[in-house]
T-cell receptor, first 113, second 114 residues
Framework: ETGVTQTPRHLVMGMTNKKSLKCEQHLGHNAMYWYKQSAKKPLELMFVYSLEERVENNSVPSRFSPECPNSSHLFLHLHTLQPEDSALYLC????????????FGQGTRLTVV | GENVEQHPSTLSVQEGDSAVIKCTYSDSASNYFPWYKQELGKGPQLIIDIRSNVGEKKDQRIAVTLNKTAKHFSLHITETQPEDSAVYFCAASMEGGATNKLIFGTGTLLAVQP
């Protein structure tokens, strides 16, 4: 248990569906992140939030839409995804946005059919 | 931008032997180098890290060494046990920058044979 909880753990969705991934951290951290982990590729940083403000968007397609209502919660809204978007989506948090000690959740295994 | 290379991609050792995983980075401004362990069905877990103001750090059976001149760092696991079997990732970042941007290696699958 790292203090970062993601739900759901597994998700299968069609290309026309809309779904959301949820992340909650209980560590009192101010920065939260979304990463994508695909087979045989390095973890890819998608979005960075600092105190609910998005500070980085790494050229992620608009079919991925993040939301950070407060410093403890982070969402990733998904719509009209492609099969190549199937991956493990990992949420992480760190004390501050310029501190690199990141703690990861267990991830959501997403399959797009 | 930063690029991190990690070797080997797979490593098999006998229980009790040592395991060494190596990473190189390209950006000399990087100053923080963590190592993560990822077990099947779980997220990456931080196991040890090192900052550029030291050359070596140890925590029980795990150690990390850093050579800033050569821009490489290594993870050493001694007296390996079956529960050490997992995928290990190295990463590099520049702390104190505008954002924390960890750049990860491609991972090493470590198998410890009983």
């Amino acid at each position: 248990e790292t203090g970062v909880t993601q739900t759901p753990r597994h998700l299968v969705m069609g290309m026309t569906n809309k779904k959301s991934l949820k992340c909650e951290q209980h560590l009192g951290h101010n920065a939260m992140y979304w990463y994508k982990q695909s087979a045989k590729k390095p973890l890819e940083l998608m979005f960075v939030y600092s105190l609910e403000e998005r500070v980085e968007n790494n050229s992620v397609p608009s079919r991925f839409s993040p939301e950070c209502p407060n410093s403890s919660h982070l969402f990733l809204h998904l719509h009209t995804l492609q099969p190549e978007d199937s991956a493990l989506y990992l949420c992480a948090s760190s004390r501050e946005v310029d501190r690199s000690e990141a703690f990861f959740g267990q991830g959501t295994r997403l399959t797009v059919v | 931008g930063e690029n991190v290379e990690q070797h080997p991609s797979t490593l098999s050792v006998q229980e009790g032997d040592s395991a060494v995983i190596k990473c190189t980075y390209s950006d000399s401004a990087s100053n923080y180098f963590p190592w993560y362990k990822q077990e099947l069905g779980k997220g990456p877990q931080l196991i040890i890290d090192i900052r550029s103001n030291v050359g070596e750090k140890k925590d029980q059976r795990i150690a990390v060494t850093l050579n800033k001149t050569a821009k490489h760092f290594s993870l050493h696991i001694t007296e390996t046990q079956p529960e050490d079997s997992a995928v290990y990732f190295c990463a590099a970042s520049m702390e104190g920058g505008a954002t924390n941007k960890l750049i990860f290696g491609t991972g090493t699958l470590l198998a410890v044979q009983p």
